[in-house]
T-cell receptor, first 114, second 113 residues
Framework: EPEVTQTPSHQVTQMGQEVILRCVPI?????FYWYRQILGQKVEFLVS????????KSEIFDDQFSVERPDGSNFTLKIRSTKLEDSAMYFC????????????FGPGTRLTVL | QKEVEQDPGPLSVPEGAIVSLNCTYS??????FMWYRQYSRKGPELLMY????GNKEDGRFTAQVDKSSKYISLFIRDSQPSDSATYLC?????????????FGQGTILTVHP
């Protein structure tokens, strides 16, 4: 069964460093998303991406964040200058165009900012 | 008022019990309602996807949506220890929301043998 994959599973970085989180969505999916979950809190929407551009973003997704689909299979989230409060699980999700609310999530990347 | 409210539990039931999980919401624009299961330190796994009001059944799982009351439920019949997980409700307005899901806090469920 096709699934969303994410790398790395765990990333440790120093405050102020740039990190890139990588995702490979399900191959025939056209909508891509990033969510985050701070330990013990809700899963929160960050951004949706379709047709090589951002469709919608939340207040969390400020200028420190960017997304990119560098090739036909990868989808990345970049955090330019990490803060302590960026420590969280980051989930990538994808969906088909016709049912974009039916989203399939990857296993997540645990980001720890020291 | 929070947009989506879900009792975090924890909820503990014996194997074989019927489990009822629910969420309330305040945003009347929500039209799509999902239930996810999340095991510890894993990604959410889609269980049920429903549009608008009504019931949907899939094996031991039944999802109900009552838009007039802004209330959704997930029922698990013949619960198994492997059902022990956190259950998340999620909702979306559709249209120009482009798939932005709003999640509940999650309910921690333990099914004991």
């Amino acid at each position: 069964e096709p699934e969303v994959t994410q790398t790395p599973s765990h990333q440790v970085t120093q405050m102020g460093q740039e990190v890139i989180l990588r995702c490979v969505p399900i191959s025939n999916h056209l909508y891509f998303y990033w969510y985050r979950q701070i330990l013990g809190q809700k899963v929160e929407f960050l951004v949706s991406f379709y047709n090589n551009e951002i469709s919608e973003k939340s207040e969390i997704f400020d200028d420190q964040f960017s997304v990119e689909r560098p090739d036909g299979s990868n989808f990345t989230l970049k955090i330019r200058s990490t803060k302590l409060e960026d420590s969280a699980m980051y989930f990538c999700a994808s969906s088909v165009r016709e049912r974009y609310n039916e989203q399939f999530f990857g296993p997540g990347t645990r980001l720890t900012v020291l | 008022q929070k947009e989506v409210e879900q009792d975090p539990g924890p909820l503990s039931v014996p194997e074989g019990a019927i489990v009822s999980l629910n969420c309330t919401y305040s945003n009347s624009a929500f039209q799509y309602f999902m239930w996810y299961r999340q095991y510890s330190r894993k990604g959410p796994e889609l269980l049920m996807y429903t549009y608008s009001s009504g019931n949907k059944e899939d094996g031991r799982f039944t999802a109900q949506v009552d838009k007039s009351s802004k209330y959704i439920s997930l029922f698990i019949r013949d619960s198994q220890p492997s059902d022990s997980a956190t259950y998340l409700c999620a909702m979306s307005a559709g249209g120009t929301s482009y798939g932005k899901l709003t999640f509940g806090q999650g309910t921690i469920l333990t099914v004991h043998p």
